[in-house]
């Protein structure tokens, strides 16, 4: 029996109050992050340096439950939580296919991306464990944004270094950064040690991620009131993110029905994780059948790679993690998709990609069918999703027109997992929107 | 019993399946609309061919209770209804005041404002009426985005005639009104006689919202197929945004409370009137003690103006309405919260005003204190109110802080009628966030 009705939510009270950590289901054992051979000081020993002790503990953690503190169920329900699924039947109609789509709407959230639910856990546990700020990078801009938030409502300073290329032109986005009171500098920037030696150098340095990582750490390396925090990768970040999942699967029994196949797109893993992991773990531990495809880019399709142990960053300053990767050192075109330009995908996404658990898609990187796809998304059901997000809703209407050619009544999920409200500009380059 | 939970919200199957029209319960009779005597063809007559029938049925209609049209309430649960309503607990932490704070969510709405309620219902009258084409004005860009996206959404086309002043540099709510496939022009343009004659004069012409009101009544009279719309001040618009206060009203009944005073801010009067009414309706007819307070501009306080037949265009065009009017001719200084800048307010809500039910604050043209309060809003609550909203945010917030010196354990509630992803530029200029 399928429910025709477009939105399932389920009750603020009915909101997942764990989070599920996939390690003990994985299918064979997680790699340990090791120390490069290299002579170099031990990256692993500035762990917990860097930091909160929580999210570490969580980071190994082999308990398939972890209760979400009660302070930040409240941060997730101040946030909105929980976020509607909704049945694309406007598109499904326009499409005339006979599958059955679904979506998850993490862009409804207060700075517009999914970034926010590990952002609130992570400004929570530091500052339960009486730190007094948080040190981040940001490339694109959305993790930034999501931090500066967090800080804010949970009451911890925050500096952002921002890859100077992009927090040339994106105003608006450090406009926001800076209302919510976070310290953004462009980077490299004269704050730290190893960017005060490339800006001495250019002040107009356009930086890289690499760079500002290793302003991040350095800082909060220093400090011992400051810990570090990553938006994407790693474990315990992917951990925060599966509030996503879960609460897809109560809308999904609410809907009456079950999906086939998710879609979403994958940078570092955090959206397509935070979707995908609890579903994973009803396939690994349920025998359910359902597949997992990531949408990347051809500049970036890191779920292409070699499994193998590579740093996090680009300048090695990470402990090395066994990925999914084009190489810590490879060069990426720029897109208007920018968040999704990474090298490798978290080490928990890469062994389940290894084993054959996920499949992806990269797409050229005119990003020209991309954004159709989502302007077909965009006029039928209304949302504006963001560049990145643009990627997973592309490949769930790709394999509705492919369920029309066959017949078939898939059911379809998808996570828009931001809005484009502040990315206008790399869809009217691509699609020309506003050429006379 | 006070609930200490931060969010409220109702099942989606509870979302009001019918609109609340005060028009029958008004203290006073509702003032007839009429013609000017300046020997010009009749203003009124002109309405059956602009307005759908339907929405000029519910203009004067002496129902108390319109049904919703149930394709209209698939819409709106696509569009993401119910809105939840927040506890401010962490605003009311902040200001240390007695007062219990809490706000409704309009912002999450796919373009970002409350309009999506009247663009999706006047699209869809439209549409059943047998319309192939809807046409209106735009002035600081929200309604023309709203309508942009309910034709997308209902199957119509739209030309939206955008006064050039502002066409010009609000790129990126071009770019979004084109992403759903409406027909933009800034105005005057060449395409109706009221615009060529001014365009052929200086193609560059700034432009008003007098003379794009023109261009949208021209190109509706002269194409059978069209209709044109308003996003604020007629009756039957702020008819469909009751949705928000009726929905608010339930949500209060979950927190186990009831308002003792409402704020919002006031442009032409539809976020207002559409978060008021239903609370209005209950102290008219069930003699509930609460108070109302318009938040406005100094620039354009309408609701302090002269109770007296007016036009609702600078040019003239429109029939008279009896409404609070600082004069149909008036300039208004610019500001950020641009929305706000109008001459007259709702005749619903005029004579509630002239009869003493509303309340009235207007704030200094500088925005400061309105963007300061905004920002104590943002880095408590976390979300991002538009320019406009901030207004009716900022009064709250004022309220809440007497509480604090009376010691008054009030319940203030406030709309936050849209979100600003898309206005930072103003917040920036006022508070000066980016200046080194």
Known sequence: MVNKSVQFNIPIDDIPKQWYNILPDLPTEFPPYIDPDDGKPSRLANLPKLFAGECLKQEFSEDSWIDIPEPVMDLYRQAGRPRPLFRALALEEKLGTPARLYYKSEFYSPTGSHKVNTALAQAYYAKQQGMERITTETGAGQWGTALAYACAVVGLDVTVYWVR???????????????????????????????????????????????????????????????????????????????????TQKQFELADDYPDIMFSCLGGGSNFGGFTIPFMGERLTKGKDIKFVAAQSEVSPNMQGEYAYDFGDHAGLTPMLKMMTLGHETRMEPIYGDGLRYHGASPILSLLRHEGYIDTVAYPKDEKHVFQNAQLFLRTEGFLPAPESAYGVCAAIDEAKRCKETGEEKVIAFNVSGHGFMDMYGYDKVLGLTKE
């Open 165 to 247: 290329a992009v927090h040339r032109w994106k105003k608006e986005r450090l406009q926001l950064m800076k209302f919510y009171g976070a310290d953004v500098h462009a980077s490299p920037s004269p704050m730290t040690a190893a960017g005060k030696a490339l800006y001495d150098k250019d002040p107009d340095d356009p930086g890289s991620l690499a760079i500002a990582i290793s302003e991040g750490l350095e800082d909060a390396l220093n400090d011992e009131k400051a810990v570090y925090t990553l938006g994407s990768v790693l474990n315990h970040v992917i951990l925060h993110q599966t509030i996503i999942g879960l609460e």
